[in-house]
């Protein structure tokens, strides 16, 4: 389900980052409320739950809330989320709640979102809505949006992405599964599974804010 289900590509130390599949930001359409067009990549997805997820895992999540980073002058919708099967889920339903159970954690985010390019030499970047976090309402009605470019995208053709799926029968990059398994079995084998993880380190922990946000403008 686009609304639910989160594919984790990395863990910052924060939170779990994936992306929310069957979304698009289509760079062909300026948003009314940042003024940006779509940066052409999935929403991304921060879940703030407390168990470090392994890459390419996919998680059902609660969405919570949204903010509007402008990267390089595109929009770049950030959704905040948690796994359904977190001890927390249960009382956390809107952005609200992520602020009165886990303090300063939205503060920190939006930080990192600011400044997490200046070591490779870029600007800061900057947010739509003067930083606001909007609401889960807001977030579901940017999630319905996106889905429809992608929704778009997968019944036409277009030349810079490769829309292979075996599952959107509509489409026009629709292929069958035997063709998608020789794509499969076509990729190296991967090296081996590396040492082994100790799991004292396989939990997010939250730790009340200590450092005003304005240290990071």
Sequence with gaps: DHKEAVVSTQSTGIWNYGALPQTWEDPNHVDSGTGAAGDDDP???VEIGSAVATR???KQVKILGVIAMIDEGETDWKLVCIDRNDPMADSLSDIQDVEAKMPGILEAT???FRIYKVPTGKPMNEFAYKGEWKNRDFANNVINETHGYWN???SGQNAKINCSNTTVTSSKSNISVDEA???LGSQPDKSGDGPPVDAS???HCFVSRTVPEKVCH
């Design 152 to 154: 778009a995208l997968m």
């Design 181 to 183: 398994s020789g794509v």
């Design 43 to 45: 929403l991304d997805a």
């Design 201 to 203: 380190t396989q939990d």
């Design 56 to 58: 390419g895992e996919v």
């Design 110 to 112: 939006r930080d990192w």
